[in-house]
């Protein structure tokens, strides 16, 4: 049993490696961060969406820009879309599953705001809909997925593509790159 666990927290480890070593992945944090910074700076605001655990981790890192990271200040414009469950139901029910972040994307995004979708496959087609309607609106897309990028890849304009195949490895390494960028926003959109 110990040995397993050894085990996992090393793939965690090594995931966190590669993605420290991966030079591009580093400049498109760096990116990133200077875009959110001017996205806020012009009134933007900042939407997430995921499914499953990257939905948690969207609603997690929305939060750390609406309430604070590590100083005390101003909430940031920041949500999460699956947040309202009567919205999400509804749509799901009436339309369907695929379109629920493309119809509150169509009615609540605005050009230069920016959509972060989490997709460890970058193949969910609820946010791959979300995007196609966020660039009709000139909207920023950053797309955090797994290694493939999958169909995310050819339409996120900044894609954070964690090389691991591994589902919770790549949620492990998406958390630690969205509290990079939260901390880092923060600290130049405040300073």
């Known amino acids: 049993m110990n040995n397993k666990i050894?085990?996992?927290?090393?793939?965690?480890?090594?995931?966190?490696?590669?993605?420290?070593a991966d030079e591009k992945i580093i400049n498109t944090v760096a990116a990133c961060i200077d875009l959110i910074v001017t996205a806020f700076k012009n009134g933007n605001k900042v939407?997430?969406?995921?499914?499953?655990?990257?939905?948690?981790?969207?609603?997690?890192?929305?939060?750390?820009?609406?309430?604070?990271?590590y100083t005390d200040r101003?909430?940031?414009?920041?949500?999460?879309?699956?947040?309202?469950?009567?919205?999400?139901?509804?749509?799901?029910?009436?339309?369907?599953?695929?379109?629920?972040?493309?119809?509150?994307?169509?009615?609540?995004?605005?050009k230069g705001d920016v959509l972060i979708g989490l997709?460890?496959?970058?193949?969910?087609?609820?946010?791959?809909?979300?995007?196609?309607?966020?660039?009709?609106?000139?909207?920023?897309?950053?797309?955090f997925t797994g290694e493939s990028g999958g169909k995310m890849k050819a339409i996120s304009d900044y894609l954070l593509n964690v090389p691991s195949n591994d589902t919770p490895r790549i949620q492990e390494t998406h958390i630690t790159?969205?509290?990079?960028?939260?901390q880092l926003v923060e600290e130049k959109y405040f300073s």
């Open 74 to 110: 101003d909430a940031l414009p920041a949500e999460a879309l699956h947040c309202n469950t009567s919205y999400l139901t509804a749509v799901a029910n009436d339309y369907s599953y695929d379109v629920i972040y493309s119809r509150l994307v169509k009615g609540i995004g605005n």
């Open 6 to 20: 050894k085990s996992i927290i090393s793939a965690s480890i090594d995931t966190k490696q590669k993605t420290l």
């Open 47 to 69: 939407l997430f969406c995921g499914n499953g655990g990257s939905a948690a981790d969207a609603q997690h890192l929305a939060a750390e820009f609406s309430g604070r990271f």
């Open 119 to 143: 997709s460890t496959s970058g193949n969910s087609k609820n946010i791959i809909a979300a995007f196609e309607v966020a660039k009709e609106k000139g909207m920023i897309t950053i797309g």
């Open 177 to 182: 790159l969205g509290h990079i960028i939260c």
